[in-house]
């Protein structure tokens, strides 16, 4: 058990590319801005290819990817950092952290 | 208390709140151990019309490192599941309930139980049904038989139940937060003398409050590693770190990893040693990284405090304290456990990697038919700090540890107070309102809110 956080027993990176929503479901499920970060909401399926330009699981995350179930998952971003683009995309019970710059910013404006 | 609304995140978060945990070789069956894991504080019976109930989107877990580092080597999850057949009443209940599979009853509670370790995950159990919160006796007649029927066997042949209970911990809160007194000794205490108090029993504050508990009974091999008797236990909660409120859609939205808001091991550990500073903190953090915290339990504040509250009553705990001395005998009863050699015929040493963990040595016997409330301080070593009993006084006994009792027993030079050896807040299980069970679950039958408070 050691260093596990979580339930979840799929190899690391398995399903990584597969989780990660591309900018048009995100861009879809926009919910709500604040001064520090926006959460976006994609209540869709997002099984479309990955957009981004940089993906790593991330902290306690590591190692674990969402197990598979048929029904559509729910994806949650949280822009951690615009500037940067730093974006943590949660979905399932896998967490990763993507960079990319552009989407970042095209959330921010979304948000208004 | 022991670990009721330690932290000021997790107060706001009862049902991820774990409040005591117990490790013990079972009195009954001295081939097994009992672990019971509780949660949601202070539940008042007459709870209604939403009686408490464990949290769905909360994962439970109880944690056992066989191997002395720190991490668990096995874990046994529990998740939990409602049910309301009938959404169009605002009843719990339609008539009394008189079975788990009453009619009745319109809101329930199932969960699953499983078990990962070094082999993998293993479904235990799933659909085991909890039993319904003891309203009265027109709703819940026969409690006690009702509850009975929720203790399960799980297909590895362990047992396990999960409910409500009676709040087994004893404890004078209302006393110990008014800035530390001690009703017993309050007319030592500088503000308690101040005020004109005099020595006054203590007042069981949880009495006649309900928790709700999971517990497991195991057999021992099933716990511990070959040659291995000792093993360290702690509870964790978990929630998955990002949640949106949807009243549009289908329900609230819930992603990511679950991460740790609540841990339990040794009793009072976050509650008395930790800063309030750190203690939310403490509750994210795995046992294995407890070395960061490792000086507030060297120089615990209550062991400076106690001299200044209680003037020329504890000098040599004062003299202790001004030398600045680390407190090698409170690292080794909460953090590595203790070695060989301290006390005649003891050890729950699990190595030194320290992390705050129950330790329990599998080995000894449970003490029958009169064990000690004071464990180990009482002469009793099945008893707290080895493992904890539901009955143990761990209030008096960390109370007279950090007062320098222990002290003595890694500095056999150092003499200690007259008074530390005789700290207590004035309880004793007499004090609680009802029995414990002699029998898993060992947590009394709670009480109902039809009688409480009469």
């Known amino acids: 058990m050691s260093g596990i956080d979580d339930s979840a027993s799929v190899p690391a990176g398995a399903g990584r590319e597969r989780s990660l929503p591309s900018r048009r479901s995100v861009l879809q499920g926009v919910a709500g801005a604040g001064a520090a970060g926006v959460a976006a909401a994609a209540l869709m399926n997002a099984g479309l290819p990955a957009a981004a330009a940089a993906i790593a ?21 949280h822009i951690r950092d615009a500037a940067a683009g730093v974006l943590d995309v949660f979905r399932g019970t896998a967490h990763i952290q993507v960079r990319d ?10 948000s208004g | 208390m022991s670990s009721h609304r330690e932290a000021p995140e997790i107060s706001k978060d009862p049902v991820a709140d774990s409040t005591d945990l117990y490790a013990f070789v079972s009195p009954d069956k001295p081939d097994t151990v009992t672990l019971i894991a509780n949660y949601l504080p202070l539940e008042g019976p007459a709870g209604g019309p939403n009686f408490y109930e464990f949290g769905d989107d909360v994962l439970y877990e109880i944690n056992i490192d066989t191997h002395g580092h720190g991490e668990a080597d096995i874990t046994y999850e529990f998740r939990f599941h409602t049910q309301l057949p009938n959404p169009d009443t605002f009843l719990y209940n339609t008539g009394p ?29 799933e659909g085991l049904i909890c039993p319904p919160c003891n309203i009265g006796p027109l709703s819940t007649p026969h409690y006690d038989a009702l509850a009975g029927a929720a203790v399960h066997t799980l297909s590895d042949g362990s047992r396990v139940f ?44 949880p009495k006649f409050l309900n928790v709700h508990s999971i517990a497991l009974q195991v057999p021992i091999p099933r716990v511990t590693e070959h040659h291995r008797p000792v093993i360290g236990v702690w509870t964790a909660a978990k929630r998955q770190r990002a949640r949106i409120l949807d009243f549009e859609g289908t329900g609230h939205v819930r992603s990511g990893p679950h991460t740790q808001v609540s841990r339990l091991g040794n009793p ?69 456990g203790i070695p060989k050699g301290i006390i005649d015929g003891f050890t729950n040493f699990t190595g030194p990697v320290q992390a705050d963990m129950l330790r329990l040595n599998t080995s000894i016997p449970p003490t029958t038919p009169n064990p000690s409330i004071f464990g180990l301080l009482g002469g009793d070593a099945a008893g707290f700090p080895n493992g904890r009993r539901v009955f143990d006084d761990v209030v008096s006994i960390e109370l007279r540890a950090i007062a320098g009792v222990t002290y003595k ?42 009688h409480h408070p009469s």
Do not use: C
């Open chain 1, 57 to 77: 699981p991330a902290g306690a995350a590591r190692g674990q990817a969402r197990e598979h179930t048929a029904e559509p998952e729910p994806v949650v971003v």
């Open chain 1, 101 to 110: 710059k552009e989407l970042a910013a095209r959330l921010m404006r979304a």
């Open chain 2, 97 to 125: 309930i008189t079975s788990l599979h009453s009619p009745t009853w319109n809101r329930r509670q199932t969960y699953s139980v499983t078990r990962r370790d070094g082999r993998g995950k293993h479904r235990l159990g």
């Open chain 2, 162 to 205: 999960a409910g409500q209970r009676a709040e087994g911990f004893y404890v004078d809160l209302g006393s110990i937060f008014d800035l530390g007194d001690l009703r017993p000794f309050q007319k030592f205490q500088v503000f308690a003398k101040g005020a004109g108090l005099n020595a006054a029993p203590g007042v069981n504050t």
């Open chain 2, 268 to 336: 009072l550990f976050n509650e008395v040693i930790v800063p309030l500073g750190k203690k939310d903190y403490w509750n994210t953090q795995r046992p294995v990284h407890d070395k960061q915290f490792a000086h507030h339990v060297a120089h615990p504040e209550l062991a400076g405090l106690l001299p200044v509250l209680y003037p020329a009553v504890f000098p040599r705990l004062a003299a202790l304290d001004k030398a600045g001395k680390a407190r090698a005998d409170l690292e080794a009863i909460l953090l590595t």
């Open chain 2, 409 to 450: 027993l890694i500095d056999p030079s150092y003499s200690v107070d007259a008074a530390a050896g005789e700290l207590t807040d004035g309880l004793t299980p007499a004090d609680l309102g009802g029995p414990y069970l002699s029998h898993f679950p060992y947590l009394g039958v709670p009480y109902d809110g039809y």
